[in-house]
């Protein structure tokens, strides 16, 4: 069951190019956003959808692999795990992210 805990898997669309950073010490960084749409249906029956965006960001090989093959728009899968952090941005004001850090990014769509 601990394979269970903070697993998070993803299939959606790229909405914007890839960001990559390369760092300090050859490290590389690539994020990107994946975009999902939840089907449901209204309490009148009514068909309804609902669009998420999220932040996901890779390291080392996986960024790699999103710098040369990942581009807006392909239909991906992602699997990684949820974290969150903070910061102060330049006015002082505490900022927080809660991103997907993907283990794994894979082209499943044309």
Known sequence: MNAL???VQLIG???NEPEIKNLDGGKKLANITIV???EYF?????????TFYHRVSAWGETADYIEKNIIKGQEVAAEGKLTHRSYD???GNKRYIT????????????
Do not use: C, M
């Open 36 to 38: 999902t749409t939840e």
């Open 42 to 50: 209204k309490e009148n029956g009514e068909k309804a959808e609902q």
């Open 5 to 7: 805990k903070n697993n």
């Open 13 to 15: 669309n790229i909405a």
């Open 99 to 110: 991103e997907v850090v993907a283990n794994e990014v894979l082209l499943i769509g044309k």
């Open 89 to 91: 941005d330049k006015d």
